[in-house]
């Protein structure tokens, strides 16, 4: 009889860390869209107020006119800026998702993968389960680097066996 495996409380941590991660960078995230949408109200409530001083001090349309044309054009500038910081906060916060993803990713397949490599080498009949998380671990590892898209082995194919090959045993 195999013994039963049991999970250690490494595994736990990496599940919990991993998830914790999620959580901050979405929070994070979140944070800073809502300090980016704060500056779009500043720049609307901007707009707004010179429109309003406009009226009262203008003489007749004309003035009105150059008064608006002047906040509208200083409403587009600010527009742009405001597009221009939006993609340099996206690209940052992609940069950095993906950066910390990976690193915790890493991290918490090696904590799963030395578990596993622990649990099963006692029972001889996990030699197979071994030699596919392995390579499972080797192709992880190298999507993990950026290297090319990888594919996970069958069993079949580990124990020798074709595909559509049956086996009296």
Request: proline content about 5%; glycine content about 6%.
């Amino acid at each position: 009889m195999a013994p039963e495996f049991i999970t250690p409380f490494d595994a736990y941590r990496a599940n919990l860390e991993l998830a914790l991660r999620m959580l901050c960078f979405g929070h994070e995230a979140r944070q800073q869209a809502c300090e980016f949408e704060m500056l779009r109200i500043k720049r609307d409530l901007a707009a707004m107020k010179a429109t309003r001083e406009a009226a009262p001090s203008a003489c007749d349309w004309n003035d009105f006119g150059a008064s608006c044309r002047a906040t509208l054009r200083d409403y587009i500038e600010t527009t742009k800026n405001l597009w221009q910081q939006g993609w340099v906060l996206a690209m940052r916060q992609q940069s950095a998702y993906s950066d910390g993803m990976r690193e915790a990713l890493a991290k918490w397949q090696s904590t799963w993968t030395d578990e596993w490599q622990k649990g099963p080498g006692v029972n001889p009949a996990a030699i197979p389960v071994q030699e596919w998380m392995q390579h499972l671990e080797q192709a992880l590892k190298g999507a993990l680097e950026g290297r090319a898209p990888f594919a996970v082995p069958s069993f079949a194919k580990l124990n020798g066996s074709a595909q559509g090959e049956h086996h009296v045993g």
